[in-house]
């Protein structure tokens, strides 16, 4: 069977870097949208608190539609097929974790940090973006990391609702029993995630300030 995978891989390399460069976009472009809906909401939840619960609670609902369901609502929800409804599944399906993660870890921020950084004379925006956001970056990073690998390997699914991407191999292999084609999807959509979250973490660690990298290292 692996050689089978070989042999089809070269022969359709071509193929397979086109759909790479589509479930690039697919995922890309939802992850985008989410983390600018997602991180100023989960912001706004830990200011007041008739968004916190209503947004929470929409989030969770959305988290709980499984995944092929939430793709084939776009159907009827007027968005026909193709990958402008795949998009908007995948942005809706990316949203709980950046969401919650955002509100995680600005309410973590220690309570003496946030009363030192008002005696101080901070304005509450300077508050959040010089001492709530830098030390919660971590855990939002780790919400957009999630959502990163969810919606790479959901993103596969898009190509029952026309969505192209990876998808299409894994779904033509399924019909035609090939393994060697589901695997020409499955392994470059493992591969992406695994790189995804490796590049992220890098990203993560190089724009974490050197102070709470030193700080983590003696707890």
Not at 88 to 96: D, Q, W
Not at 112 to 135: C, S
Not at 152 to 173: D, H, P, Q, R, Y
Request: glycine share 10%; net charge positive.
């Amino acid at each position: 069977m692996f050689q089978k995978f070989l042999t089809v891989l070269v022969r359709r390399f071509p193929d397979v870097l086109l759909a790479l460069q589509e479930h690039l976009l697919l995922v890309l472009v939802p992850i985008v949208c989410a983390i600018i809906v997602a991180v100023p909401l989960g912001i706004l939840a830990t200011r007041y608190k008739w968004v916190e619960k209503p947004v929470l609670a929409i989030g969770n609902i959305l988290q709980t539609i499984p995944s092929l369901a939430l793709l084939a609502l776009m159907i009827p929800l007027g968005l026909g097929i193709g990958k402008k409804p795949a998009m908007v599944a995948l942005f809706l399906y990316s949203l709980l974790p950046i969401l919650r993660n955002t509100y995680t870890g600005i309410i973590g921020v220690p309570r003496p940090v946030k009363e030192a950084a008002l005696g101080m004379g901070m304005t509450t925006f300077q508050r959040l973006y010089i001492v709530e956001l830098p030390i919660a970056f971590s855990i939002i990073m780790a919400g957009i990391r999630t959502a990163t690998v969810i919606c790479i390997g959901t993103a596969t699914l898009s190509a029952l609702i026309g969505g192209g991407g990876l998808g299409e191999f894994i779904v033509t292999g399924l019909n035609m029993v090939r393994d060697e084609l589901i695997l020409l999807g499955a392994i470059p959509a493992a591969l992406m995630a695994l790189l995804a979250d490796f590049l992220m973490g890098k990203l993560e660690d190089l724009v974490t300030p050197r102070g709470l990298k030193i700080a983590r290292q003696i707890k």
